[in-house]
């Protein structure tokens, strides 16, 4: 059958069109904006948050909720950078509003970067430089013969606010757990403490546990950053339990924004636990540790520094991993579509 007119068309000129670049990392989407969005105004990463989420939310709702995207969709936006030697900025969406760091986002855009020409690689060990709400990230490409096998970065300093803590959860009782930041605050909990096994076979059980968890601690005990209060939020509950396959130490699952599932390992996640690692002396400055996600993939952990946030002991994260290439849209919306702007349902 004849296709040319189908790949001939071009959409009106008064409707809505916005490109992307898609990606995942270890099973964990990556919507990377390529066109159709304003230049943001401001001189910092959080000021041009402010302003996205301020003035075009809708565009986040247009790409993360149905009928383009769906309750589980991630995505970001490319910035000029705004930091001296910084490569480029990047601003994390989700289904309920934007992320102050992410690391499976950090590995998926800087492949992309890479394979596209974004950022030239001149040497093997040329250090790529991100902007994030969090702060700067540096990244590396790994290359095997010269073709890009991975990416490691080293994270935003990552500590400890709190161990063996007690949060009384509704439905679940007394629920301990560790609060830890590695980009984002994440409440840590035994899965097998509260009846539950990091399997996809719980998922939907993970999923409302980790809200009400999240809920909880929020409404008890919110985190602080000690140096930026737009950081001091609790993003997500992550369970954590044996891993099923050797090679791994431990397996994660992330429930995180509302009632988002990661399906990787969760970079910012495994940032804080190595900091939890090292405070309970489970890890010496020259051990690494390997993350599993609920679906078996896997990241790698090592701390490469120590320093203080405020006054919290804090280390320095190098997570590595790695992100493909999926697709390329341009999506469209008709404004004749009533529901086009984007909706919700789990």
């Known amino acids: 059958m004849p296709v040319a007119a189908l790949v001939n068309w071009s959409p009106p000129a008064d409707w809505l069109r916005v490109t992307t670049l898609d990606a995942h990392t270890a099973g964990e989407p990556l919507r990377i904006v390529t066109g159709g969005?304003?230049?943001?105004?401001?001189?910092?990463?959080?000021?041009?948050?402010?302003?996205?989420?301020?003035?075009?939310?809708?565009?986040?709702?247009?790409?993360?909720?149905?009928?383009?995207?769906?309750?589980?969709?991630?995505g970001c936006v490319i910035t000029p950078p705004v930091t001296p030697g910084a490569d480029f900025g990047v601003l994390f969406l989700h289904n309920a509003g934007y992320s102050t760091m992410c690391g499976h986002g950090i590995i998926a855009v800087v492949t992309v970067a890479v394979q596209t020409g974004l950022v030239r690689l001149l040497r093997p060990d040329q250090p790529i430089r991100i902007d994030t709400p969090a702060g700067t990230v540096t990244a590396y490409a790994v290359l095997d013969e010269g073709r890009l096998a991975g990416v490691r970065f080293h994270n935003v300093p990552s500590y400890v606010a709190g161990l063996d803590l007690v949060v009384a959860v509704a439905g679940l009782g007394d629920v301990r757990y560790d609060l830890?930041?590695?980009?984002?605050?994440?409440?840590?909990?035994?899965?097998?403490?509260?009846?539950?096994?990091?399997?996809?076979?719980?998922?939907?059980?993970?999923?409302?546990?980790?809200?009400?968890?999240k809920q909880a601690v929020a409404a008890t005990a919110p985190p602080e950053h000690p140096e930026d209060p737009e950081l001091g939020f609790l993003y997500g509950t992550v369970?954590?339990?044996?891993?099923?396959?050797?090679?791994?130490?431990?397996?994660?699952?992330?429930?995180?924004?509302?009632g988002e599932v990661d399906r990787s390992p969760t970079g910012t996640s495994v940032s804080a636990q190595l900091a939890l690692a090292r405070a309970r002396g489970q890890l010496s400055s020259e051990g690494a540790l390997v993350f599993e996600s609920i679906l078996g993939t896997r990241f790698s952990g090592r701390i490469v520094g120590e320093t203080h946030v405020g006054p919290h002991p804090a280390v320095v994260p190098e997570i590595g991993g790695s992100a493909f290439v999926t697709g390329r849209h341009e999506f469209l919306l008709d404004p004749a579509d009533a529901i086009g702007h984007g909706f919700l349902l789990r």
């Open 37 to 74: 969005f304003p230049a943001l105004e401001g001189d910092t990463i959080l000021a041009k948050r402010r302003t996205l989420g301020e003035r075009f939310d809708h565009l986040r709702r247009f790409l993360m909720w149905e009928p383009r995207g769906h309750a589980d969709m991630y």
């Open 180 to 213: 830890a930041f590695g980009g984002a605050f994440y409440a840590f909990v035994d899965a097998a403490s509260v009846g539950l096994r990091c399997s996809t076979d719980n998922y939907q059980r993970l999923i409302s546990a980790g809200r009400a968890i």
């Open 239 to 258: 369970f954590t339990g044996p891993p099923h396959a050797e090679g791994a130490d431990v397996r994660n699952v992330c429930v995180f924004a509302d």
